[in-house]
Each structure stands twice: as C-alpha cells, then as structure tokens.
Nanobody
Framework: QVQLVESGGGLVQAGGSPRLSCAAS????????MGWFRQAPGREREFVAA????????TYADSVKGRFTISRDNAKKTVYLQMNSLKPEDTAVYYC???????????????WGQGTQVTVSS
C-alpha cells in the first residue's frame, strides 16, 4: 500500500508560483509513475500532469502546459508540482496519485493522497 501526503497548498494571489510536494511512503517509489490531479468545486476531478517512474517522460493537461512543471526526486521519494502564473480558475483541491510503472502516459491511478487545497485570489 502506497501512502501519499501532499503539502504546499494555501491561499495564493493570481500570478503566484507555489510548489506542491507529495511525499510517498513506498520504499520502491522509483518504480511508480506519479500524477497530479485536481478537483474544483462542483466539477469532476481532472488530470493535471504526470511523470514516469524514471522522470524521463512527462505529460500535461493543455490548461496548464507551459505554466506547471512536474518533477520528482526518487532519493527523497517525493514528487513536485511547480505552478507558475496561477489563475483563479486553478483553484481546486490538488491530489497526488501513484501507479506501478507501466505504459506512459496513463490516466488511471491506484493510490491517492488526501489532497491539498489551492485557492487563487484575483
């Protein structure tokens, strides 16, 4: 069972650049593809970004491409989401997710964190 804990959310002004972190408990973290998803009030959860187990491949939703960057540090068992040029429409609960490495990209994940709220004020 992979346990994931997100941090780094909060209230941010539009144009801000916070970084989310997701720490994993799994000692074989480097064998897992990782993803970030978000869910805004009244909306379904949506894909944001993903990174392959090695960090060699990444993919992004069109809505965040060029503004967000996903990265990982396998030694620290942590995945990051650097968010730049935030907009009010980026307001959501952001979730970290993990799946054992397989074809990439993939949008179905097996393990989820509890989420961290990001609120962007205009």
């Amino acid at each position: 069972q992979v346990q994931l804990v997100e941090s780094g959310g909060g209230l941010v002004q539009a144009g801000g650049s916070p970084r989310l972190s997701c720490a994993a408990s799994e000692r074989t973290f480097s064998s897992y593809d990782m993803g970030w998803f978000r869910q805004a009030p009244g909306r379904e959860r949506e894909f944001v970004a993903a990174i392959s187990w090695s960090g060699g491949s990444t993919t992004y939703a069109d809505s965040v491409k060029g503004r967000f960057t996903i990265s990982r540090d396998n030694a620290k068992k942590t995945v990051y989401l650097q968010m730049n040029s935030l907009k009010p429409e980026d307001t959501a609960v952001y979730y970290c997710a993990a799946r054992y490495r397989d074809y990439f990209p993939a949008y179905e994940y097996d393990y989820w964190g509890q989420g961290t709220q990001v609120t962007v004020s205009s």
